[in-house]
């Protein structure tokens, strides 16, 4: 652990000491603010505005923080060539990609905590107590931002950034339609096309599962149970993602 | 037995289907415990792949490496070298202290062991006062010392330098090369690569003389001068490298001699 650490760490300071998470900050807290001059609205609604836009603002800006924090992790050391001090140091592949691995996961969190802090004073400014749900949306929107970081870290680990760039926010995109992807593959008469389908919809992560946002802001409960299913989905898809950036890495010339 | 031995090693890098390119092919040498051992060699005559696969950031198509009776991926051989990257490249967020502070960690060195040596090291290669700078702000020849001090966090028994004194001006190349010599009086093992003959010539106890993947000859200074009838390094290298050109003109084959 002490060596992944050293490496997680210094990602994470890496992070900080660069413009892109302060960027990704800035818009994403001007996009939450402007939230709130919708007065025009009843306070309800404004409400629930502030909340939707959040949630939406929180994963979106997230996810181009992981693809991007991820992609470099492992291109951009190649491509500066500090990889060539990293790997001859005795440190295995393997401790490479956890250890950045979990320094994404520390840069995403940060990130997630400074949105949603903001998002809560806002809250709590319109005289709204945010309740659990909001902290069970938020974290299902983290766990699903991890997902997102490890998939676009294990496809960095054998493919172009282009590629990974591409792929990242095809699944972000696709895991969030599933359920009308669904519903097209239902539709779908062809059986090879539906065979197809099927085995793409299981493959593709369902980010839809995180997104509990619409009860959320109708007030609905969402069972704890259902948050725990998820969450052992996200870290399942996390596991298996962060395993195949192990293998594909051992055998990565550099 | 040798620090480091090299048994039959190549490299054959695979571009696109049916194109492949053989950097280092069939090299067999050995560096003994304390010596300074010299790689020479034209651009692209596979030196640097050679290091590369000393240490384990390229695989080796065929043949073996042995480091202190270890494999070159294992960790507790690795944990014995300081590497030094031809142009190092480091992470230009960081300060000179914070460089020294993380590679020293990667090391798992305790942490006043690590202050003690940064103090030392920064210090050894004149950067006392850069210490708190970051690296984005250094010269050159400060990264290229900086690279140094980083390779010796661990105090090393293997020291592999990649062209230490590139972007070095004339004082920085004496003072890396008494660096040099002081250290190969602390007792380690130093295998360097470079394009600077005079510099060679100088610290070196054995050479090796690479040219188009293949290792042309190995020994000592003295001892292949006298083989190939040549008057200085310049003058050892120039002919060895045209031997071989027209020995590969004529279809002879060419060995390497120990």
């Known amino acids: 652990m002490g060596k992944m650490w050293v490496i997680a760490t210094n990602t994470f300071r890496e992070a900080l000491r660069k413009k892109t998470l302060y960027i990704l900050l800035v818009v994403a807290l001007v996009a939450i603010g402007t939230s709130r001059f919708f007065s025009f609205l009843a306070a309800q609604d404004e409400l629930k505005m502030i909340k939707d836009v959040s949630f939406a603002t929180i994963e979106f800006f997230g996810a181009i923080l992981a693809i991007f924090t991820a992609m470099g ?153 259902y948050v725990g299913q998820t969450i052992l989905y996200g870290v399942m898809y996390i596991v298996i993602a962060v395993l195949v950036g192990i293998y594909f890495f051992q055998k990565r010339e550099v | 037995m040798p620090l480091l031995k090299v048994t039959g090693l190549s490299k054959v890098f695979q571009l696109g289907r049916n194109k492949t390119v053989t950097a280092l092919n069939n090299v067999n040498f050995e560096v003994e415990d304390g010596e300074i051992f010299g790689i020479l060699g034209p651009n692209g005559s596979g030196k640097t792949t050679c290091l590369k696969l000393l240490l384990g950031i390229l695989f080796p198509t065929e043949g073996s490496i042995s480091i202190m009776g270890k494999n070159q991926f294992d960790v507790e051989a690795k944990s014995r070298i300081g590497f030094l990257p031809e142009n190092p490249y480091y992470y230009e967020y960081l300060c000179g202290t914070e460089v020294l502070n993380f590679y020293g960690r990667l090391f798992g060195m305790p942490k006043g062991l690590i202050k003690e040596r940064t103090e030392y090291l920064l210090k050894l290669v004149n950067l006392q006062d850069a210490g708190k700078l970051a690296l984005r702000h250094y010269s050159k020849g400060m990264l290229e010392r900086i690279g140094l001090a980083s390779s010796l966090i661990n105090d090393p028994k293997i020291l592999i330098l990649d062209e230490p004194t590139t972007g070095l001006d004339p004082i920085g190349c004496k003072e890396t090369r008494d660096l040099l010599v002081r250290l190969k009086e602390m007792g380690k093992t130093i295998l360097l690569s470079s394009h600077f003959l005079s510099e060679v010539e100088r610290v070196c106890s054995r050479i090796a003389i690479f040219h188009r993947g293949n290792l042309l000859t190995t020994g000592s200074l003295s001892s292949l001068l006298n083989q190939y009838g040549a008057d200085n390094l310049e003058d050892l290298f120039v002919k060895s490298i045209e031997k071989y050109d027209v020995e590969l003109e004529s279809g002879k084959p060419v060995a390497a001699t120990d």
Not at chain 1, 170 to 179: A, E, R, Y
């Open chain 1, 73 to 225: 992790g492992v291109s951009g050391e190649i491509e500066k060539k500090t990889i060539y001090t990293l790997l001859a140091k005795p440190i295995t592949r393997k401790n490479f990609i956890i250890g950045k691995f979990l320094g994404q996961s520390m840069v995403i969190l940060l990130n997630a905590i400074l949105i949603s802090l903001f998002f809560i004073g806002l809250l709590i400014s319109k005289k709204a107590v945010p309740d659990m749900e909001i902290y069970k949306s938020l974290l299902l929107i983290y766990i699903e931002l991890l997902m997102i970081g490890a998939i676009s870290l294990a496809v960095a680990t054998f493919a172009t950034d282009a590629f990974n760039i591409i792929l990242s926010f095809f699944l972000f995109i696709t895991g969030n339609l599933s359920v009308y992807f669904k519903q097209v593959i239902e539709r779908t008469e062809n059986i090879i096309f539906k065979g197809l389908g099927y085995m793409l919809y299981n493959i593709i992560p369902n980010y839809e599962n995180f997104n509990i946002r619409d009860q959320v802001v109708v007030g609905v409960n969402v069972s704890w149970q």
